[in-house]
Protein backbone atom coordinates (compact mmCIF):
# COMPACT_ATOMS: atom_id res chain seq x y z
CA UNK A 1 0.00 0.00 0.00
CA UNK A 2 1.21 3.71 -0.44
CA UNK A 3 0.27 6.85 1.64
CA UNK A 4 -2.12 9.02 0.81
CA UNK A 5 -0.77 12.23 -1.52
CA UNK A 6 0.76 15.18 0.56
CA UNK A 7 2.91 18.11 0.55
CA UNK A 8 6.76 18.26 1.63
CA UNK A 9 8.55 21.44 2.93
CA UNK A 10 12.18 20.98 3.45
CA UNK A 11 12.99 23.41 6.48
CA UNK A 12 15.64 25.79 5.71
CA UNK A 13 16.29 26.10 9.62
CA UNK A 14 14.01 25.98 12.76
CA UNK A 15 12.19 29.25 12.60
CA UNK A 16 11.11 27.65 9.55
CA UNK A 17 10.16 24.37 10.13
CA UNK A 18 8.13 26.13 13.36
CA UNK A 19 6.38 28.40 11.51
CA UNK A 20 5.53 25.90 9.02
CA UNK A 21 3.91 23.32 11.53
CA UNK A 22 2.29 26.38 13.25
CA UNK A 23 0.67 27.56 9.60
CA UNK A 24 -0.32 23.34 9.37
CA UNK A 25 -2.11 21.39 11.83
CA UNK A 26 -2.39 18.38 9.90
CA UNK A 27 1.58 18.27 9.03
CA UNK A 28 4.07 15.52 10.31
CA UNK A 29 7.32 16.01 11.27
CA UNK A 30 10.58 14.09 9.36
CA UNK A 31 13.71 13.08 10.99
CA UNK A 32 14.59 9.54 10.92
CA UNK A 33 11.24 8.16 9.39
CA UNK A 34 10.97 5.02 11.12
CA UNK A 35 7.70 5.21 12.54
CA UNK A 36 6.23 7.78 10.62
CA UNK A 37 6.88 6.01 6.86
CA UNK A 38 5.39 3.29 7.80
CA UNK A 39 2.24 4.42 9.66
CA UNK A 40 1.51 6.28 6.18
CA UNK A 41 2.13 3.97 3.84
CA UNK A 42 -0.02 1.70 5.42
CA UNK A 43 -2.90 4.41 5.83
CA UNK A 44 -2.67 4.05 9.62
CA UNK A 45 -1.98 7.50 9.82
CA UNK A 46 -2.28 10.63 6.98
CA UNK A 47 -0.63 13.99 6.76
CA UNK A 48 -1.46 16.63 4.74
CA UNK A 49 2.76 18.01 4.97
CA UNK A 50 5.70 16.45 5.65
CA UNK A 51 8.41 18.80 7.41
CA UNK A 52 11.77 17.39 6.59
CA UNK A 53 13.95 19.18 9.16
CA UNK A 54 17.56 16.72 8.27
CA UNK A 55 19.22 20.00 7.18
CA UNK A 56 18.28 22.19 9.45
CA UNK A 57 21.37 23.67 11.35
CA UNK A 58 21.84 22.92 15.25
CA UNK A 59 19.67 20.04 15.97
CA UNK A 60 21.79 16.71 15.57
CA UNK A 61 24.29 18.16 18.83
CA UNK A 62 24.87 15.19 21.68
CA UNK A 63 26.61 17.03 24.79
CA UNK A 64 27.26 15.22 27.75
CA UNK A 65 27.01 17.02 30.95
CA UNK A 66 29.23 15.56 33.51
CA UNK A 67 27.30 14.79 37.54
CA UNK A 68 29.05 15.33 40.90
CA UNK A 69 29.68 12.92 43.54
CA UNK A 70 26.63 13.34 45.54
CA UNK A 71 25.08 16.41 43.08
CA UNK A 72 22.84 16.18 40.17
CA UNK A 73 23.05 13.13 37.98
CA UNK A 74 24.87 13.14 34.99
CA UNK A 75 22.84 14.72 32.06
CA UNK A 76 23.03 13.91 28.13
CA UNK A 77 21.34 16.74 26.26
CA UNK A 78 20.12 15.30 22.71
CA UNK A 79 19.47 17.04 19.66
CA UNK A 80 16.06 15.95 17.71
CA UNK A 81 17.62 15.35 14.36
CA UNK A 82 20.85 13.04 16.42
CA UNK A 83 21.11 9.64 15.45
CA UNK A 84 20.53 6.76 17.60
CA UNK A 85 23.74 5.54 16.76
CA UNK A 86 25.72 8.52 17.69
CA UNK A 87 23.94 8.72 21.09
CA UNK A 88 24.62 5.06 21.78
CA UNK A 89 28.21 6.15 20.71
CA UNK A 90 28.54 8.75 23.48
CA UNK A 91 26.78 7.16 25.61
CA UNK A 92 28.84 3.92 25.93
CA UNK A 93 31.91 6.22 26.64
CA UNK A 94 30.49 7.99 29.84
CA UNK A 95 29.66 4.95 32.39
CA UNK A 96 26.42 6.95 34.07
CA UNK A 97 24.96 6.42 30.94
CA UNK A 98 25.35 3.03 30.77
CA UNK A 99 21.70 2.07 30.92
CA UNK A 100 21.02 4.14 28.15
CA UNK A 101 23.75 2.62 26.53
CA UNK A 102 22.39 -1.06 27.19
CA UNK A 103 18.25 -0.20 25.56
CA UNK A 104 19.87 1.60 22.63
CA UNK A 105 21.55 -1.32 22.08
CA UNK A 106 17.76 -3.05 21.65
CA UNK A 107 16.65 -1.02 19.56
CA UNK A 108 16.53 -2.59 15.84
CA UNK A 109 19.88 -3.48 14.33
CA UNK A 110 22.93 -1.19 13.81
CA UNK A 111 21.54 -0.21 10.12
CA UNK A 112 18.27 1.01 11.86
CA UNK A 113 19.87 3.06 14.55
CA UNK A 114 22.10 4.68 11.91
CA UNK A 115 19.21 6.45 10.67
CA UNK A 116 16.78 6.49 13.41
CA UNK A 117 16.52 9.24 15.93
CA UNK A 118 15.76 8.89 19.90
CA UNK A 119 13.75 12.22 19.75
CA UNK A 120 11.78 10.41 17.45
CA UNK A 121 11.56 7.07 19.77
CA UNK A 122 10.38 9.54 22.27
CA UNK A 123 7.73 11.62 20.36
CA UNK A 124 6.41 8.38 19.05
CA UNK A 125 5.10 7.58 22.35
CA UNK A 126 4.71 3.99 22.12
CA UNK A 127 4.31 2.31 25.23
CA UNK A 128 4.97 -1.03 24.64
CA UNK A 129 8.59 0.14 23.36
CA UNK A 130 11.58 0.53 25.29
CA UNK A 131 11.82 3.89 25.81
CA UNK A 132 8.79 4.20 27.84
CA UNK A 133 10.35 2.45 31.15
CA UNK A 134 13.63 4.84 30.47
CA UNK A 135 11.75 7.87 30.42
CA UNK A 136 9.84 6.30 34.09
CA UNK A 137 13.46 5.09 35.07
CA UNK A 138 15.78 8.24 33.94
CA UNK A 139 12.87 11.07 34.39
CA UNK A 140 13.57 11.99 30.99
CA UNK A 141 12.50 15.29 29.62
CA UNK A 142 11.88 16.89 26.61
CA UNK A 143 11.79 20.88 25.30
CA UNK A 144 9.01 20.81 22.66
CA UNK A 145 9.44 24.14 20.61
CA UNK A 146 6.35 26.42 18.65
CA UNK A 147 6.38 28.73 17.14
CA UNK A 148 5.06 30.71 19.88
CA UNK A 149 6.93 29.61 22.75
CA UNK A 150 9.16 27.01 24.09
CA UNK A 151 8.43 24.84 27.27
CA UNK A 152 10.37 21.76 29.10
CA UNK A 153 8.34 19.09 30.23
CA UNK A 154 9.04 15.25 31.89
CA UNK A 155 8.76 13.25 28.63
CA UNK A 156 6.37 10.59 30.09
CA UNK A 157 3.87 13.77 29.35
CA UNK A 158 3.84 13.42 26.14
CA UNK A 159 2.66 9.13 26.49
CA UNK A 160 -0.21 10.53 28.01
CA UNK A 161 -0.94 12.83 25.02
CA UNK A 162 0.13 10.11 22.79
CA UNK A 163 2.73 12.46 21.74
CA UNK A 164 3.36 15.97 20.72
CA UNK A 165 0.34 17.99 19.55
CA UNK A 166 -0.49 20.26 16.80
CA UNK A 167 2.61 22.75 15.95
CA UNK A 168 4.69 21.63 18.03
CA UNK A 169 8.20 20.09 17.82
CA UNK A 170 10.17 17.66 20.32
CA UNK A 171 13.84 19.78 19.57
CA UNK A 172 16.00 18.36 21.99
CA UNK A 173 15.54 15.62 24.52
CA UNK A 174 17.50 15.17 28.37
CA UNK A 175 18.65 11.78 29.86
CA UNK A 176 19.67 12.15 33.42
CA UNK A 177 22.19 9.07 33.95
CA UNK A 178 22.98 6.79 36.91
CA UNK A 179 25.11 8.48 39.90
CA UNK A 180 27.66 7.08 41.46
CA UNK A 181 27.04 3.73 43.78
CA UNK A 182 23.47 3.62 41.81
CA UNK A 183 22.90 0.44 40.16
CA UNK A 184 20.74 -0.35 36.89
CA UNK A 185 19.38 -3.23 34.66
CA UNK A 186 18.00 -3.64 31.51
CA UNK A 187 16.16 -6.50 30.14
CA UNK A 188 13.96 -7.69 27.47
CA UNK A 189 12.48 -11.27 26.37
CA UNK A 190 12.86 -12.58 22.71
CA UNK A 191 15.08 -11.14 19.81
CA UNK A 192 12.59 -9.75 17.81
CA UNK A 193 15.00 -6.66 15.73
CA UNK A 194 11.23 -4.74 14.99
CA UNK A 195 7.77 -4.22 16.06
CA UNK A 196 6.88 -5.18 19.63
CA UNK A 197 8.62 -7.25 22.23
CA UNK A 198 7.00 -9.77 24.32
CA UNK A 199 8.25 -7.84 27.39
CA UNK A 200 11.28 -6.24 29.14
CA UNK A 201 11.83 -4.01 31.81
CA UNK A 202 14.14 -1.11 33.34
CA UNK A 203 15.42 -1.07 36.80
CA UNK A 204 17.34 2.14 38.72
CA UNK A 205 18.66 1.15 42.07
CA UNK A 206 20.21 3.84 44.70
CA UNK A 207 21.09 1.62 48.18
CA UNK A 208 22.61 2.88 50.99
CA UNK A 209 26.20 1.28 51.88
CA UNK A 210 24.84 -0.92 54.74
CA UNK A 211 22.72 -2.28 51.75
CA UNK A 212 19.22 -0.74 52.68
CA UNK A 213 17.42 0.69 49.86
CA UNK A 214 16.93 4.43 49.49
CA UNK A 215 14.96 4.46 46.03
CA UNK A 216 13.75 2.23 43.30
CA UNK A 217 12.08 2.45 39.72
CA UNK A 218 10.98 -0.02 38.29
CA UNK A 219 9.49 -0.19 34.95
CA UNK A 220 7.98 -2.49 32.43
CA UNK A 221 7.31 -2.14 28.79
CA UNK A 222 4.95 -4.85 27.74
CA UNK A 223 1.58 -4.86 26.01
CA UNK A 224 -1.17 -3.38 27.94
CA UNK A 225 1.29 -1.34 29.94
CA UNK A 226 1.57 2.21 29.97
CA UNK A 227 5.06 2.42 30.58
CA UNK A 228 5.06 4.24 33.85
CA UNK A 229 6.85 2.88 36.90
CA UNK A 230 5.24 0.58 39.38
CA UNK A 231 5.30 2.14 42.53
CA UNK A 232 3.78 -0.20 44.62
CA UNK A 233 6.45 -2.54 43.42
CA UNK A 234 9.46 -0.15 43.72
CA UNK A 235 8.56 1.09 47.36
CA UNK A 236 8.55 -2.30 49.00
CA UNK A 237 11.90 -2.49 48.61
CA UNK A 238 12.87 0.52 50.59
CA UNK A 239 11.53 -0.94 53.92
CA UNK A 240 14.92 -2.43 54.74
CA UNK A 241 17.66 -4.32 52.92
CA UNK A 242 17.48 -5.85 49.39
CA UNK A 243 17.74 -9.42 50.22
CA UNK A 244 16.48 -12.56 48.35
CA UNK A 245 13.21 -11.95 50.36
CA UNK A 246 12.65 -8.80 49.20
CA UNK A 247 13.36 -9.13 45.35
CA UNK A 248 11.09 -11.84 45.63
CA UNK A 249 8.50 -9.58 46.91
CA UNK A 250 9.21 -6.66 44.88
CA UNK A 251 8.91 -9.37 41.47
CA UNK A 252 5.62 -10.73 43.01
CA UNK A 253 3.68 -7.30 43.55
CA UNK A 254 5.26 -6.29 39.60
CA UNK A 255 3.34 -9.12 38.14
CA UNK A 256 0.27 -8.43 40.21
CA UNK A 257 0.12 -4.55 39.41
CA UNK A 258 1.08 -4.52 35.63
CA UNK A 259 -1.51 -3.78 33.46
CA UNK A 260 -1.01 -6.68 30.05
CA UNK A 261 -3.19 -7.30 27.19
CA UNK A 262 -3.27 -10.96 24.88
CA UNK A 263 -1.79 -10.58 21.30
CA UNK A 264 -0.69 -12.38 18.32
CA UNK A 265 2.72 -13.05 20.69
CA UNK A 266 1.16 -14.01 23.84
CA UNK A 267 -1.48 -13.95 26.18
CA UNK A 268 -2.03 -11.41 29.29
CA UNK A 269 -1.12 -14.03 32.24
CA UNK A 270 2.27 -14.81 30.26
CA UNK A 271 2.88 -11.35 30.08
CA UNK A 272 2.48 -11.08 33.74
CA UNK A 273 4.66 -14.05 34.17
CA UNK A 274 7.11 -12.61 32.31
CA UNK A 275 6.74 -9.20 33.90
CA UNK A 276 7.66 -11.53 37.29
CA UNK A 277 10.54 -13.33 36.25
CA UNK A 278 12.46 -10.10 34.27
CA UNK A 279 11.90 -8.14 37.78
CA UNK A 280 13.71 -10.83 39.74
CA UNK A 281 16.63 -10.87 37.36
CA UNK A 282 16.86 -7.01 36.72
CA UNK A 283 16.74 -6.40 40.90
CA UNK A 284 19.46 -9.06 41.18
CA UNK A 285 21.81 -7.49 38.56
CA UNK A 286 21.14 -3.83 39.66
CA UNK A 287 22.13 -4.58 43.50
CA UNK A 288 25.67 -6.47 41.92
CA UNK A 289 25.93 -2.96 40.01
CA UNK A 290 25.81 -0.91 42.82
CA UNK A 291 29.01 -2.26 44.18
CA UNK A 292 31.24 -0.94 41.14
CA UNK A 293 31.47 3.00 40.43
CA UNK A 294 28.76 4.37 38.11
CA UNK A 295 26.93 0.84 38.05
CA UNK A 296 29.73 -0.61 36.78
CA UNK A 297 29.78 -5.06 37.90
CA UNK A 298 32.46 -6.18 40.27
CA UNK A 299 33.88 -9.01 38.75
Not at 77 to 106: K, M, Y
Not at 209 to 217: I, M, Q, S, T
Amino acid sequence: MHAAPFAFHAARDLKDALEVLAMSPGAAVLAGGLSLIPELRSRRRRAALLVDINNVPGLDGVTALAGRPGGPRPVLRIGCTARQADVLAVAARHPGHALLAAALRTMGTALVRQRGTLAGAVAQAAPELQMSALCSVLDIRVTVRRAADTHDRAARELYAEAGPGPGELVAAVEVPGCRSGEGWAFLRAGRRTFGAHLGGVAVRLDLHPDGRCRGARIAPFVAGHDGTALAEAGASLCSGPVDTQAVRRAADLAARTVRTRSDALASADYRRHLVRVLVRRALVQAVDRTRGPFGEVVS
